[in-house]
């Protein structure tokens, strides 16, 4: 599956939007994007162009976003995601843009110009999201197998067969947890 640079930068930060608040996790879990500093952090360590001062507004929008591309994630099928997926693009009110700022190779900007930073996301995170229900890859949008983790994640592996957000720590983790049951039912 080919993914352009800026897609996959859009992928990264719809990603890390939904990892701020781990789904499946005990009720009251860390929700890590409650203030405008955090907000700011999110802003600045996924490069949001074009975001001028934010205001507690911003974060409350930013966080319905965050919900509903959760929802992306959680669909069911390939329509299901089309639906939530036009709805959430067509309220962020996108004007597709060629530009090469700052250096970058000719792309396309979906958020308008003058768009909030949750308007910002929506478009450019929506359109990235609808790449991918368009190339048939809807199922590499994942929520990491282990039961106390639920990250999401966007499976780039070949062959689709990625379960965990990272193997190291998560799947690693699995696996330890699997073979001690397995000796304590051998030394049982
Ligand atoms: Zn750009
Ligand atoms: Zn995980």
Redesign the pocket.
């Known amino acids: 599956m080919l993914i352009t640079h800026d897609t996959r930068c859009a992928l990264d930060a719809v990603v890390d939007l939904l990892n701020t608040a781990p789904e499946g996790e005990a009720p009251g879990a860390p929700d890590s994007l409650t203030d405008l500093s955090a907000l700011q952090d999110f802003v600045r360590r996924n490069d949001v162009s074009g975001v001028g001062a934010l205001a507690a507004n911003d974060l409350a929008a930013v966080r319905t976003v965050r919900a509903r591309f959760a929802q992306v994630f959680a669909a069911g099928d390939d329509r299901a995601a089309a639906e939530q997926l036009n709805a959430l693009v067509a309220s962020a009110g996108t004007t597709p843009q060629l530009t090469d700022h700052d250096g970058y190779d000719w792309h396309v900007h979906y958020f308008a110009p003058d768009a909030s930073v949750a308007d910002h996301l929506a478009a450019d995170g929506g359109m990235a999201l609808a790449f991918i229900v368009v190339a048939g890859e809807r199922e590499r949008l994942r929520r990491?197998?282990?039961p106390d983790?639920?990250?999401a994640f966007v499976d780039l592996s070949r062959n689709r067969s990625r379960r965990?957000?990272?193997s190291r720590?998560?799947g690693n983790r699995l696996h330890v947890a699997a073979y001690r049951a397995r000796r304590r039912e051998a030394a049982g």
């Open positions: 990491c197998e282990a983790c639920r990250h965990y957000c990272d720590t998560c």
